[in-house]
């Protein structure tokens, strides 16, 4: 499993968010807004028992969710433009987490899968 760091997502949610170009720079009050909400998500999933990672590894297969979730908690923030859009877009982010975790957590253990 490969793992992102926090610049890693920072760079993406700033695309995701549009308030960077490719290999433009990102303002750094922007880049703070960003890792704030990074912070802020993961205490909010670890808070629920629903990830174990923390800011320093975490798994490329939580990217995405994890991406959408921390861009609807900056937008505001960055100035992004329609900031509630992404709100919509973050929706089902965090169910999304969820059946990842357990689907990885399922795989690392071996167990069957049950089905009815």
């Given at each position: 499993?490969a ?14 968010l ?6 433009q720079?990102?303002?750094a009050?922007?880049?703070?807004t ?16 629903f ?42 982010a965090e ?16 167990e069957p899968?049950?089905?009815?």
């Open positions: 499993m793992v992102l760091t926090q610049a890693d997502i920072r760079q993406r949610v700033a695309k995701h549009k308030i960077i170009a490719s290999g720079g990102l303002r009050t922007d880049g703070e960003i890792d704030n909400a990074l912070v802020d998500v993961l205490a909010s999933l670890k808070r629920g028992s990830v174990q990672y923390d800011i320093t590894a975490i798994p490329d297969y939580a990217a995405i969710p994890l991406v959408l979730l921390v861009g609807a908690l900056a937008a505001h923030g960055v100035n992004a433009a329609n900031p509630n859009d992404y709100a919509v877009l973050a929706k089902g169910p999304e987490i969820r059946r990842l975790e357990y689907e990885h957590d399922e795989e690392e253990r071996g899968e049950l089905y009815i």
